[in-house]
């Protein structure tokens, strides 16, 4: 039990600050003053810092294939829960899933999984692909499992903590039945401090299960203070897709603010600007896409068009 306890004071440690406070909207505590509050976040203080932009200036390695998700592919026994701790929506998951491989160190235990959002304006991605940023991303933090659950030990650890970044992108016509699993309880969990149990699900079921094998691969930090230099990231190339509607769902419909509060206040464009990636490697695995300059060009094009066609929308 104590064990359990001594873990989720952690595990909202990482999206929870425990000195101060941090933010996305205000200039006192918005990314770029972290800083002062976290002096791990300054961007002077080593050069490791995440998000960064993921561009054709990759390399590739053929060591990286897919990731081994253990426990992913089935509903876990025991409750879930999800929450909003003022600075996202995080599902906390029980025991029963790890993953490995994939050039990964060692064997990380999942712990939970959590999500960056935009504006109306459809931009709320942390990393970018090509300067190009998606409207969503899910992150899935594990710790390294010798740490486990001393989440302490793992972010001093420069390889103690393990993300899956997933971006999510929106097209009307690929409704998510999974995603909705997540979406239709955020009503519930509109303000901050707010939380809902939520029945194990198979986690694949938020993954693009068709492309696992093309990712990128780079170390950083968390995107949230501390911003601890402990993170090994992988970014996967492929989205998912969900609807309009349930972007808004966290775009619209997610506060920062308690219940009650006047005025209220949303809670979106809950991402970290892009740090540079100095001389730190950034490997494509092995089947990912490397970005090329001409499918850049196309790319790009095809971006500007979709931009003003959709400019309409929600
Ligand atoms: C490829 O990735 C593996 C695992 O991260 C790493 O040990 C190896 O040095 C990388 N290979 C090259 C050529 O950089
Ligand atoms: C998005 O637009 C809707 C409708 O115009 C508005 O109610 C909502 O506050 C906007 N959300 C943000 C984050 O700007
Ligand atoms: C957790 O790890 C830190 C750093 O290694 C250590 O100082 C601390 O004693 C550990 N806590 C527990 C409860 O083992
Ligand atoms: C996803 O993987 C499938 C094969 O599993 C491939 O045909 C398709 O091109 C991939 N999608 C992208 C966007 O790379
Ligand atoms: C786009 O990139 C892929 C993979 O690098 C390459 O095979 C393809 O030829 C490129 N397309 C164009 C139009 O250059
Ligand atoms: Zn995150």
Known sequence: MKIVQTLFFFTAFITNSYTGDFCYDEEHCNPYSWGDTFPSCHPIIGEHHSPINLDHQMSRNLSLEALKLEGFGTAQTGEWTLKNNGHSV????????????????????????????????????????????????????????????????????????????????????RLSDSFSLLSNLVPAVAYKGKTVRVKPFPLSSLLPMNNMSQYYRYHGSLTTPPCSKAVVWTVYEVPIYISYKQLSQFVSGVYHS????????????????????????????????????????????LLCLASVLCAGLP
Request: hydrophobic content about 40%; charged content about 15%; cysteine-free.
């Open 90 to 173: 995080v599902l906390q998951v029980g025991l029963g899933m790890e993953v490995r491989g994939g050039g990964l160190p060692a064997d990380y235990t999942t712990l939970q999984l959590h999500f960056h959002w935009g504006s109306n304006s459809t931009n709320g991605a942390e990393h970018t692909v090509n300067g190009r940023r998606y409207p969503m991303e899910m992150h899935i933090v594990n710790m390294k499992t010798v740490h486990y659950p001393n989440l302490t030990a793992a972010m001093e650890d420069p390889t103690g903590i393990a993300v899956l970044g997933v971006f999510i992108d929106v097209a009307e016509a």
């Open 258 to 301: 308690e219940e009650g509060a006047h005025p209220s206040a949303l809670l979106y464009n809950n991402f970290r600007h892009i740090h540079d990636t100095f001389s730190r490697k950034v490997y494509a695995s092995t089947d990912a896409t490397l970005l090329s300059s001409a499918n850049l060009t196309v790319h790009s094009l």
